[in-house]
């Protein structure tokens, strides 16, 4: 399958697709899917930039209302991870997953998907420690403070991608932590010294991230963030020894929570990768090393790759830890513990025998329709007017047919009562 991936879009989705219209012009032939890692910017209106973190010289409506509104569709399927710089409010409507347009579908905070039987995984946001161990407390009317916290990577998260058997592929906004150290580290000083002193420090990158490299041993790994190529390199094999005593470097406490659905698991998976080839790239600008197209296959047998367009599924292991750990997702300051690791194999095996009962495979078309929430902007002006008013928030109706299809409360943003 011929997946075009891109690092921070910042907006510029119609340069995107131009893009990709070219290279297929240029090397005769077609993309299949686009993977997006990050600063997508799903501005609907002016009034989601008042909940983007960015500064005010930078507020920019941007291309994706003209998807949003329907004036124009998507011509690839693509899939959209969040970064640093996002509509907040817009991308805790769909929390859990959803169309943010017709043919873009948002990963979540974390998931997993599939694609044609390509498993793809992804986090999105950035890591800060001060942040990393709260529940997800933000709400509208955001502050200062809340607007910035909201797309900061969360431990609960994280937990969840950790039970997953290995994807194929992993979308991160932030690069892992030290991952510097398997690629042209010279190279990238060269066109980005200002990185040296995080470097040297080991704080160039995100630890969850790399924690959930080495467990997970995807076959590749996509990130955007610093505005910058880097290619790597990382055989497990090789780390297998340090990595094992040196499994959570964010923080005490994660070695609980392994793979709880490892040992269920093992029989039916593959075996995990024996290495992970990662690639960072650029921001959308000319010239810029923003785009770069290759062909994807999963380790797993039996995928059909030749259906076309391709058909993207729920991934029925994430369905079943994200049933099983509802529970514990939190809306307040305060995260809870998650149960240790026998509870936890316990817990998601009852959950993955009810999934494969009540769900089975679903193609996500089935289940979730997009829907307009906000309305489109009043005009097109690329800059927001003087004395904006902060949005309302939304119940999103793909919310809820998410979690009516796996029997959870809507914890994200439920509809009034009537």
């Given at each position: 399958?011929?997946?075009a991936?891109?690092?921070?879009?910042?907006?510029?989705?119609?340069?995107?697709?131009?893009?990709?219209?070219?290279l297929?012009?240029?090397n005769?032939?077609?993309?299949?899917?686009?993977?997006?890692?990050?600063?997508?910017?799903?501005?609907?209106?002016?009034?989601?930039?008042?909940?983007?973190?960015?500064?005010?010289?930078?507020?920019?409506?941007?291309?994706?209302?003209?998807?949003?509104?329907?004036?124009?569709?998507?011509p690839?399927?693509?899939?959209?991870?969040?970064?640093?710089?996002?509509?907040?409010?817009?991308?805790?409507?769909?929390?859990?997953?959803?169309?943010?347009?017709?043919?873009?579908?948002?990963?979540?905070?974390?998931?997993?998907?599939?694609v044609?039987?390509?498993?793809?995984?992804?986090?999105?946001?950035i890591?800060?420690?001060?942040?990393?161990?709260?529940?997800?407390?933000?709400?509208?009317?955001?502050?200062?403070?809340?607007?910035?916290?909201?797309?900061?990577?969360?431990?609960?998260?994280?937990?969840?991608?950790?039970?997953?058997?290995?994807?194929d592929?992993?979308?991160?906004?932030?690069w892992?932590?030290?991952?510097?150290?398997?690629?042209?580290?010279?190279?990238l000083?060269?066109?980005?010294?200002?990185f040296?002193?995080?470097?040297?420090?080991?704080?160039?990158?995100?630890?969850?991230?790399?924690?959930?490299?080495?467990?997970?041993?995807?076959?590749?790994?996509?990130?955007?963030?610093?505005?910058?190529?880097?290619?790597?390199?990382v055989?497990?094999?090789?780390?297998?020894?340090?990595?094992?005593?040196?499994?959570?470097?964010?923080?005490?406490?994660?070695?609980?929570?392994?793979?709880?659905?490892?040992?269920?698991?093992?029989?039916?998976?593959?075996p995990?990768?024996?290495?992970?080839?990662f690639?960072?790239?650029?921001?959308?600008l000319?010239?810029r090393?923003?785009?770069?197209?290759?062909?994807?296959?999963?380790?797993?047998?039996?995928?059909?790759?030749?259906?076309?367009?391709?058909?993207?599924t729920?991934?029925?292991?994430?369905?079943?830890?994200?049933?099983?750990?509802?529970?514990?997702?939190?809306?307040?300051?305060?995260?809870?513990?998650?149960?240790?690791?026998?509870?936890?194999?316990?817990?998601?095996?009852?959950?993955?025998?009810?999934?494969?009962e009540?769900?089975?495979?679903?193609?996500?078309?089935?289940?979730?329709?997009f829907?307009?929430?906000?309305?489109?902007?009043?005009?097109?002006?690329?800059?927001?007017?003087?004395?904006?008013?902060?949005?309302?928030?939304?119940?999103?109706?793909?919310?809820?047919?998410?979690?009516?299809?796996?029997?959870?409360?809507?914890?994200?943003?439920?509809?009034?009562a009537?």
């Amino acid at each position: 399958m011929k997946v075009a991936v891109t690092g921070c879009c910042h907006g510029e989705l119609d340069a995107t697709y131009k893009q990709i219209r070219d290279l297929e012009e240029k090397n005769n032939y077609k993309v299949d899917l686009v993977l997006i890692n990050g600063d997508f910017e799903a501005i609907r209106n002016h009034q989601d930039l008042k909940c983007m973190a960015v500064p005010d010289k930078y507020q920019h409506l941007g291309t994706f209302y003209k998807y949003y509104t329907e004036e124009t569709t998507a011509p690839v399927l693509t899939i959209v991870i969040g970064g640093n710089h996002e509509a907040s409010n817009y991308m805790w409507e769909l929390y859990h997953g959803g169309w943010l347009a017709p043919n873009i579908y948002y990963l979540r905070g974390s998931g997993c998907v599939k694609v044609n039987g390509l498993r793809i995984a992804g986090a999105s946001g950035i890591y800060k420690g001060y942040d990393y161990r709260l529940g997800h407390h933000e709400r509208m009317p955001y502050d200062k403070s809340s607007v910035r916290s909201a797309y900061h990577t969360r431990f609960y998260d994280v937990m969840k991608l950790r039970q997953l058997s290995s994807p194929d592929v992993f979308m991160s906004h932030d690069w892992p932590v030290n991952i510097t150290q398997y690629g042209d580290v010279a190279a990238l000083l060269k066109y980005k010294p200002t990185f040296r002193s995080d470097i040297e420090k080991g704080e160039l990158g995100s630890p969850p991230m790399m924690d959930l490299l080495r467990s997970l041993r995807p076959s590749y790994w996509f990130s955007a963030h610093m505005h910058s190529k880097f290619e790597a390199f990382v055989n497990h094999e090789s780390e297998s020894a340090e990595s094992g005593s040196k499994v959570n470097p964010h923080g005490e406490g994660d070695t609980v929570v392994a793979s709880a659905s490892a040992e269920k698991l093992k029989d039916t998976q593959p075996p995990p990768n024996k290495s992970t080839y990662f690639l960072a790239l650029d921001k959308c600008l000319p010239r810029r090393p923003y785009m770069h197209v290759l062909d994807l296959n999963p380790v797993a047998p039996g995928s059909d790759l030749g259906i076309s367009p391709p058909i993207i599924t729920f991934d029925r292991e994430w369905l079943a830890i994200s049933r099983a750990l509802h529970p514990y997702l939190s809306t307040c300051r305060q995260q809870p513990s998650l149960p240790p690791v026998w509870d936890m194999a316990r817990i998601i095996q009852e959950s993955q025998r009810w999934v494969d009962e009540n769900v089975g495979e679903r193609e996500i078309r089935n289940v979730q329709e997009f829907t307009r929430t906000a309305p489109g902007p009043v005009n097109t002006n690329p800059r927001p007017p003087n004395n904006l008013q902060l949005p309302p928030s939304y119940s999103n109706p793909q919310t809820e047919a998410f979690c009516a299809m796996l029997g959870l409360d809507n914890k994200v943003n439920p509809p009034p009562a009537k």
